[in-house]
């Protein structure tokens, strides 16, 4: 083959290579965070709750769905969604962790759920931080929250816990950092130079002290289960696990993962 010809082909394929790279540098938060995507059942909630809007430092409005138990107790479970869909699609989990003796205050990103704003990593932290003084305000501090992180939302529940000593943490799905996720998902980049939003979670873990329970599908094919068993590895005591074999990216809710998280709530009353 011509050599010159050669040359052009492998300008050409580094031309495109490039391409690719400019293009999902430019899209990567549109890749990322993905507030439309709806792959759920909604179900409807089975318990008396308040829509709230708590206002982040950038006066964006955040749909919120917040049940005050009526014994009126401090315990409350502060959760924080993943990277897909509306805070509808949680409402099965919102019924199930009702059981508990807890207010329960579930939170949409800036971005989701119809409010304004976009995402980014530092924007969902200050999401986080307007959701924990929203809890301060209703005189509910750090050490009578639990929080509850999935997928996406481990990271920033790990960025608050590197903050705050909370009552307890609970992980479902987490990752070490979306570096280590942007590399499975898109090995053929060079991601650790490219991504705006890293989340560096496997640092965290190592500075949250409360009680923390991590829970993780075997067979799941957005967050790869070495990454769970990796956190888990890297948390402190006291630490509880549940890993699953099962597919989908989500741990089911099941009696399996209610026997579970009834053994962590008890670990949390010692």
Known sequence: MNISLIIKIIIILCLLYIGVVAFVYLKQRSLLYLPGVDNYEDE??????NQVFIQNKDGDDLRSI?????????????????????????????????????????????????????PTEQGLYSDAEAAIQ????????PKNIIIY???????????????????????EAPFTSMIDAAKHHYPYLPVSWMLKDKFLSSFKIKQNFSAIFIMH??????????????????????????????????????????????????????
Do not use: C
Not at 83 to 94: H, L
Not at 134 to 139: D, I, P, R, S, T
């Open 44 to 49: 409807r909630l089975i318990i008396n709750t």
């Open 66 to 118: 917040f049940f005050k138990h009526p014994n009126s107790i401090k315990t409350t479970l502060l959760m924080f969604h993943g990277n897909a869909g509306p805070i509808e699609n949680r409402f099965y989990k919102v019924n199930k962790l009702s059981k508990y003796e807890q207010n329960i205050l579930l939170i949409s990103w800036r971005g989701y759920s119809g409010n304004s704003g976009k």
């Open 217 to 270: 599908a075997k067979g799941d094919e957005v967050v790869p289960f070495w990454m769970g068993e990796k956190m888990y590895e890297m948390a402190n005591e006291p630490k509880m696990k549940l890993f699953i074999d099962e597919n989908k990216h989500l741990v089911t809710y099941d009696e399996n993962l209610m026997n579970n998280m009834d053994n962590f709530y008890n670990l949390l009353k010692r």
């Open 149 to 171: 992180g999935e997928s996406l939302g481990t990271a920033v529940a790990l960025e608050m816990a590197s903050k705050y000593q909370f009552k307890g943490i609970i992980l």
């Open 134 to 141: 929203w809890l301060k305000n209703q005189n509910i501090l």
